[in-house]
């Protein structure tokens, strides 16, 4: 015998895995919130500063 379903919970469903799907599509077309890009961009910033302050020798005005 079949498993009697609800069809109404089975349409819910379905659209909510649709909504689902269509919200992941949509985060990974629009990337991370700003917030989150300013601190990764800060973070890269001050790396390459503590990086550029320990050279031995300056970019540029070399004598």
């Known amino acids: 015998m079949a498993e009697i379903i ?30 989150a890009k300013d601190l990764a961009k800060a973070r890269t910033e001050q790396a390459e500063q503590r990086l550029s302050g320990h050279r031995l ?6 004598n």
């Open 57 to 62: 020798e300056k970019d540029g005005d070399d």
């Open 6 to 35: 609800n069809l109404k919970r089975a349409r819910k469903a379905k659209a909510r895995a649709e909504k689902d799907k269509a919200a992941e599509a949509n985060r990974v077309a629009h990337g991370a919130p700003k917030a």
